[in-house]
Every structure is written in structure tokens, then in C-alpha cells.
Antibody
Framework: EMQLVESGGGLVQPGGSLRISCAAS????????INWVRQAPGKGLEWVSI?????????GYSDSVRGRFTISRDTSKNTVYLQMNSLRPDDTGVYYC???????????WGQGTTVTVSS | IQMTQSPSTLSASVGDRVTITCRAS??????LAWYQQKPGKAPKLLIS???ILESGVPSRFSGSGSGTEFTLAITSLQPDDFATYHC?????????FGQGTKVEIK
């Protein structure tokens, strides 16, 4: 069974940093496109970032996080990370990782990890 | 590319047929997905490429459309279908979601 499990969320002050993780089982992060999607409290979904499959580490970011967030992976741990710097209160929300296969939407999701940016 | 869903809330009864519309600000051909989300849970993929039902999704769900206008239809609404539905374009980055449609019990 394919599974993604997020961890690392928590409370952080504005301007601070946090790294959240997405551990995969039943699939390899090297061979799959892994995304981060977030949801602010009571709001809709917002796509944040993607790390494409393969060895070239091709990435993409939304305008709201480009330059502040960095997506990466550790194939030995089968885990994708999202390093979040210069955090702002509007970065608060539940962060999901999700797998997308070619020509399809995102078909495997984790349960989410909550990030709260507040003083 | 901006995605606009309507309505934002929909009140319906078990057995009703409901439709949700998603409009793109420019053509996305058929690169559109629909998701169902229940409170406190991750989204679930229902439909890809505008009309292709994911494995295990009941046939009362259907998707249609191309270009800029898309529809999700649910025939004979069941108790398990009361949830929030999101559309998402994956034609070009940054991928964008609609604001969501909450289907609630009338």
C-alpha cells in the first residue's frame, strides 16, 4: 500500500524557520512527482511546491513561497522535505504532501502536518 | 491561471442531482482534476483529465468540459457525498485550485 506520512509541524515565530518531512512507503520518492499543498484554516487548497521524479532535482514553487521555501529529498530515507524560511503568519495551515502521476491529479495524500506562525 | 468555482455552498437532499462548475481564466484543455474533502481529512482524487473517474470512485460522479468550463455532477446524492469539492488545473505552473464548493444537507 502506498503511503505518505508528514511530520515536523509546529509553532514558530514570524521570521523563523521550520523543516517539515514527508516519509513515503510503498513508493519511492525518486521515481515519483511529490508535491506540497497547504490549507489555511477554513480556506481552500493552495499548491506550494513540486519535486519532479528523476535525478535532476527539478523543482517548482508557487509565487507566494518562491525564494523562501525549498523542497528536497533524501532517497536513502525515502523522504521529501520542505524547508520553510522567513515564515509569515499567512503561512499558517495544514501542509499535505501528495503524489502526482503523469496526466493525472494528485492521487496519494498524507494526513497533513500543522504549521502555525504566530508570536 | 485563476480557477473560479460556483457555487461556494450548495444545499441538497439525499437523492438529488447536483452540479458544480469550475471556470478557468484561460484554456487548460482538459488538464483538470476534482477532489472531495471531508472535515479534518486530506483531499481524495475523484476525477482526472476532466472526465476520467479514478478507480473505486462511484459511477454517480462524473466530470465534463474542456477549455475553460468544467462541471462535476453527482447523480442521486448519497449521505457520504456531503463534503467540500475542489477543482484544480494542472495545465501549467503554478497549479491552482478553485476556492471549493461545500455540499451540505438541506
Amino acid at each position: 500500500e502506498m503511503q505518505l506520512v508528514e511530520s515536523g509541524g509546529g509553532l514558530v515565530q514570524p521570521g523563523g524557520s521550520l523543516r517539515i518531512s514527508c516519509a513515503a512507503s510503498g513508493l519511492t520518492v525518486r521515481d515519483n512527482n511529490i508535491n506540497w499543498v497547504r490549507q489555511a484554516p477554513g480556506k481552500g487548497l493552495e499548491w506550494v511546491s513540486i519535486l519532479h521524479s528523476g535525478t535532476a532535482d527539478v523543482t517548482g514553487y508557487s509565487d507566494s513561497v518562491r525564494g523562501r521555501f525549498t523542497i528536497s529529498r533524501d532517497t536513502s530515507k525515502n523522504t521529501v522535505y520542505l524547508q520553510m524560511n522567513s515564515l509569515r503568519p499567512d503561512d499558517t495551515g495544514v501542509y499535505y504532501c501528495a503524489r502526482r502521476i503523469i496526466f493525472s491529479g494528485m492521487d496519494v495524500w498524507g494526513q497533513g502536518t500543522t504549521v502555525t506562525v504566530s508570536s | 491561471i485563476q480557477m473560479t468555482q460556483s457555487p461556494s455552498t450548495l444545499s441538497a437532499s439525499v437523492g438529488d442531482r447536483v452540479t458544480i462548475t469550475c471556470r478557468a481564466s484561460q484554456s487548460i484543455t482538459n488538464w483538470l482534476a476534482w477532489y472531495q474533502q471531508k472535515p479534518g481529512k486530506a483531499p481524495k482524487l475523484l476525477i482526472s483529465k476532466a472526465s476520467i473517474l479514478e478507480s473505486g470512485v462511484p459511477s454517480r460522479f462524473s466530470g465534463s468540459g474542456s477549455g475553460t468550463e468544467f462541471t462535476l455532477a453527482i447523480t442521486s446524492l448519497q449521505p457520504d457525498d456531503f463534503a467540500t469539492y475542489h477543482c484544480q488545473q494542472y495545465n501549467s505552473y503554478p497549479w491552482m485550485f478553485g476556492q471549493g464548493t461545500k455540499v451540505e444537507i438541506k
